[in-house]
């Protein structure tokens, strides 16, 4: 492409030591589990990086009578300083083995190490940090004297940042006082194993912590169980349902966060260099896997050429290839499945007339991979204006003016975060105030930090992840 | 030799020398409609600009692409000397050195060009003849750029007479920054008619400027004028060339070529003093306006000390190994 090319600079995988195959973490202690057994994969290869069980009902009864006990004779009546100083102890190995932590989570899960290294890893010890520094402040929280912990949580986490959705589910949930049993997603197990190596490492509690692998069934087998009094779930707005079905009636808590259709609204007083450069974080982040990505553009008339133009020329550049190599902007989507999604949505927006466009890039033989895409000419009916596509897509609409730029963004089932591009502060603060969204970004994309909330309107869920009102999820005697 | 105060070459007038190129023709017709334009020109996010070259700056670039970048960086080294101090034999030195940066390596490229003041650029010229390093004088009272039209003209005269091939000159910031671009613009053309053939780069001292809004305006206030590069500062104010400066700079140069057709180069200057910061800036050219700008034709360093870094990177490529100091020479 260029007389300046980039050597392949690629992170060694030495620093992983992956095992042929993987019990559950219950009690402290790894453990066969009694389910059947299933692969775990390289997206980017798809070779085949080691066994590991799916946990049975029974194996999740165990996890959640460890927990039950943890929580009663060790974590329950710890000093809350104590819990602080656990948490801190995880932050810091964390941040200690974090190359190992990157490197393992761009094999398992495909996305770029530049992302894992500065992202993923990062932000999860960031997580535990925050909270941990809150574990002997629970009474100032501003949640009421006193909250207490609900007991055991069960949490179901995606595919998508496996290491950092443990962070925030675990990192509150032990900081309030809490036990939980964890079950991560099916394709992309091994960082919360490793995680386990961390609670063992830092001489957590037997139980505290449990690490149940497997499929949908052994995540139904978490939230269904009986002695569970908490129930997280981040992942897809279907799988939301069912567990909002199966909880209903019960007294377990529950918080969802899922799926987006986020807008991304530029007008024509942008910084556009700086909005060029946001709406590719904002879509092609992590692949586009990534539940609040700003997968709907919605850009003024005025400008839609010019903007246009800038971002095929930058997208031009983006390197997609390699997860291990350094200087790769997109890796490899999870899995087969969602990459059949992915066509699927991508082949229905052509047929319904939209305009597709992608770069000239070529692709690796083997694994799964899609190239960053642009559909023009999206009209609000067109699907891929309103599904959630979880990929390498962005979906470009047109608005004239601020009213319609507002009435487009909240044209939407899903209310999980939006984007406002505007040189004009008064512009930024009367449009945020109108969006139905979780989280509102201005001049800026995908940004998170610990000490901030999370979370969605609509079907994007409910409850709230992040800073202190994060806590709120797993205290008693204090509302949401 | 005239006279450089010879009254005769003070008489142009610099408003009726030249418009800017289409579409631009008519927005230098008053200084509201030029305020208007430059106001006009997208803003400049700078929290999203320093994060775009921080997300550059993990850049991995090794083995061949870093042997390449140390080479095509050498060869865009402007070699600097711009102190009270310096005499005819320092220039020589630097002259010598520019043609053969690496006296134990006859592979190794020789550098764009030698840059001093106006007056010792006879000196430079006779040091390296015809050999295709170039003569850069500074010119226009640098650096501050504090005297009247008349004795900045007189100055530029002086240096191209001198053996100046390219003439760096100052803007007046004083002037930019009470809002007087119509003058500012006015100042670049008369330098450039100055300068006759000669290469005219033309330095904005961002580092005055300190916005990068202004970084956008004053770069198409250089570029309307006919500036040839346009550089980021003087070497002699900090913060000198930093990579969120580089990238507004360079986007104004994409979009000038994208809209009028003519490439104007860019010569960040000041503060880059390995090669690593080096090898960041090839980077930032060749993701943000692509290879047509990774030549010495179009992108030059303003530098003294980065060359013998680039060249002790060179030696380590080439042996395996780290030597020191005393194996390139001092300046």
Known sequence: ?480 | MTHVLDPDALSDDARALSVPLPPYRDVTRSDSAFRAFLHGLPGVDQVGAEARVAQLGTRSIKTTSKAWAIDTAISMVDLTTLEGADTPGKVRSLAAKALRPDPTDPTCPRVAAVCVYGDLAGVAREALGNSGVHVAAVATAFPSGRASRAVKLADVRDAVQNGADEIDMVIDRGAFLAGRYLEVYEEIVAVKEACGDAHLKVILETGELVTLDNVRRASWIAMLAGGDFIKTSTGKVSPAATLPVALVMLEAVRDFRAATGRQVGFKPAGGIRTTKDAVKHLVLINETVGPDWLDPDWFRFGASSLLNDLLLQRQKLRTGHYSGPDYVSVD
């Not at chain 1, 690629?10 to 299933?38: C, K, M, N, Q, W």
């Not at chain 1, 929580?71 to 102890?89: I, S």
């Not at chain 1, 997580?127 to 949490?155: I, N, S």
Request: proline share 6%; with cysteine.
């Open chain 1, 1 to 480: 492409m260029s007389v300046f090319e980039y050597a392949p600079a690629p992170e060694s995988r030495s620093i992983v030591d992956i095992a042929p195959s993987y019990g559950l973490f219950i009690d402290g202690e790894f453990v066969d589990g009694t389910g059947e057994s299933f692969k775990t994969v390289n997206p980017a290869t798809e070779e085949v990086l080691t066994e590991v069980s799916a946990g049975s009902e029974a194996d999740v009864d165990r996890a959640v009578r460890a927990a039950r006990r943890a929580f009663d004779k060790t974590w329950g009546p710890l000093r809350p300083a104590d819990r602080g100083k656990y948490l801190f102890r995880i932050a810091r190995l964390l941040q200690e083995r974090a190359r190992e932590f990157a490197v393992l989570e761009s094999l398992d899960n495909g996305k770029p190490i530049r992302e894992s290294r500065d992202v993923d890893v990062p932000l999860a010890a960031a997580h535990f940090f925050y909270y941990a520094g809150w574990a002997d402040k629970l009474d100032h929280v501003g949640l009421g004297t006193k909250p207490r912990p609900l007991g055991v949580a069960g949490q179901v986490i995606p595919w998508n940042f496996p290491l950092l959705m443990l962070a925030w589910k675990v990192a509150p949930a032990l900081a309030a006082g809490n036990t939980v049993v964890l079950k991560p997603a099916e394709t992309t197990p091994l960082t919360a194993l490793l995680f386990a190596e961390i609670c063992r490492q830092a001489d957590l509690p037997a139980g505290v912590v449990n690490i149940v692998t497997g499929a949908g069934d052994t995540g139904r087998a978490v939230v269904e169980h009986g002695d569970v009094d908490k129930v997280a779930f981040t992942g897809s707005t279907d799988v939301g349902r069912q567990i909002a079905r199966a909880v209903a009636g019960t007294r377990k808590k529950l918080t969802l966060e899922l799926g987006g259709k986020a807008a991304n609204i530029v007008f024509d007083d942008a910084p556009i260099d700086q909005a060029v450069e946001g709406i590719v974080q904002g879509i092609f982040f992590n692949q586009g896997h990534v539940c609040c990505a700003g997968s709907r553009l919605l850009v003024q008339e005025s400008i839609h050429d010019e903007v246009i133009a800038g971002l095929q020329r930058r997208i031009g550049t983006l390197r997609v290839g390699d997860p291990l190599d350094k200087n790769t902007d997109i890796g490899a989507i999870n899995s087969a499945e969602q990459l059949a999604r992915i066509r699927e949505l991508s082949d229905i927006g052509e047929a319904e007339g939209a305009q597709r466009w992608q770069p000239a890039c070529d692709l690796p033989d083997r694994g799964f991979w899609y190239p960053p895409t642009v559909f023009t000419d999206v009209s609000p009916a067109h699907r891929i204006a309103r599904d959630e596509i979880f990929g390498p897509v962005l979906s470009v609409l047109t608005f004239r003016t601020p009213d319609e730029a507002v009435a487009k963004a909240n044209n939407s089932t899903y209310g999980l975060s939006a984007g406002i591009w505007s040189e004009k502060g008064s512009r930024i603060l009367r449009i945020a105030d109108q969006l139905r969204a979780g989280v509102v970004w201005a001049n800026t994309f995908n940004k998170f930090d610990p000490t901030s909330p999370f979370g969605g309107y609509k079907q994007s869920g409910y409850g709230r992840e992040g800073g202190r009102h994060g806590l709120a999820a797993y205290l008693e005697g204090a509302d949401q």
